[in-house]
């Protein structure tokens, strides 16, 4: 039996905007109606949480030219200085709700840390994100904290990256985190892309300030890849002057080949080497090489 497609009608709108809440990285698409919004606007939308307070990042586009499947909900008003004023209490509402929970967490031994708290604009609810290496029973700390609080409370467990993109720092690079300023999803990063750039593998080097394998080794990646088609395998044989080398490492950057053998290695330029051993007469002879004994 065939899947019925599901056709989104996002028709009721004329334009879209993009849409940041409290300084995140990732900016949101709205529907609206002939309303005349600029960059950096304060707004009041609908989300899946609630209705929250957002700032306009980018101007209204065309319906016509939106081309995600997902659906938009709506931008519900400009935002007034009541909204903001109550977004402003909000934010130091949720601090005093994150150190309550804190120590309700800690009063039921719970093993949970608490990274952020954040109420929606209209205040009916509250929703905590945490980390969390195993499921939390929190049953009871929900009876608690609406006793407290007397609002809806959501429990939101995040991973680590996720914790390092709420938090932010700085990288190994001196800037900011890619994951707290620009980087929207996380893609699955595995040792092998490392190996494919010939990284020494040392975990504690190449993990980022979640303890997982650092976004950016996906960055080079595929330029990488396509570097190395040129390049020999490591193992193969060849011969200069009837004596026998195997190819011992390469070297992208520095586009050389080291050839190893009995009595120490050669370098070769990557040009050299592909004249030399990928041409159908081969000129073993060719001395434009530089040798180095063992």
Same mark, same amino acid.
Request: with cysteine; charged share 30%.
């Given at each position: +039996?065939? =899947?019925? %497609?599901? $056709?989104?009608?996002?028709?009721n709108y004329t334009h879209y905007v993009g849409? =940041? /809440?409290n300084l995140g990285a990732k900016a949101y698409f709205f529907g609206i109606n002939n309303i005349e919004l600029n960059i950096g606007d304060k707004v009041v939308v609908e989300t899946a949480r609630g209705t929250e307070l957002g700032e306009i990042v980018m101007q209204p586009i065309e319906i016509a030219k939106y081309k995600s499947q997902l659906g938009l909900k709506p931008v519900i008003r400009i935002a007034t200085d009541t909204d903001v004023k109550l977004h402003e209490n909000n934010l130091n509402d949720a601090k005093t709700a994150l150190s309550i929970c804190e120590q309700e967490v800690a009063n039921l031994k719970l093993d949970m840390h608490l990274i952020s708290s954040e109420y929606t604009l209209d205040k009916t609810k509250v929703i905590f994100s945490y980390v969390a290496d195993d499921r939390v029973d929190f049953r009871e700390l929900l &009876? $608690?904290?609406a006793y407290k609080l007397h609002t809806r409370i959501e429990l939101r467990q995040v991973g680590p990256r996720d914790k390092a993109k709420m938090i932010g720092g700085l990288g +190994?690079? *001196?800037?900011p985190l890619?994951?707290?300023? /620009?980087?929207? %999803? /996380?893609? *699955?990063?595995?040792?092998?892309? @490392? &190996?494919n750039q010939m990284l020494a593998i040392n975990i504690p080097k190449l993990s980022g300030h979640c303890g997982k394998l650092m976004c950016c080794l996906k960055y080079?990646?595929? @330029?990488?890849?396509?570097l190395k088609k040129n390049y020999p395998e490591i193992g193969k044989e060849v011969f200069i002057d009837k004596v026998r080398h &195997?190819? *011992? @490492?390469?070297? $992208?950057?520095? *586009?050389t080949v080291r050839l190893d053998n009995d009595e120490g290695f050669v370098f070769l330029s990557i040009d050299d080497y592909n004249k030399q051993f990928n041409q159908p007469h081969q000129n073993n002879n060719n001395k434009k090489f530089r040798h180095e004994a063992k």
């Open positions: +039996m065939e =899947k019925e %497609e599901i $056709v989104i009608d996002n028709s849409v =940041k /809440f &009876k $608690v904290l +190994m690079c *001196g800037l890619c994951c707290s300023t /620009f980087l929207n %999803e /996380f893609d *699955g990063i595995s040792i092998n892309r @490392a &190996k080079e990646d595929d @330029a990488y890849t396509d &195997k190819v *011992g @490492a390469i070297n $992208v950057i520095s *586009g």
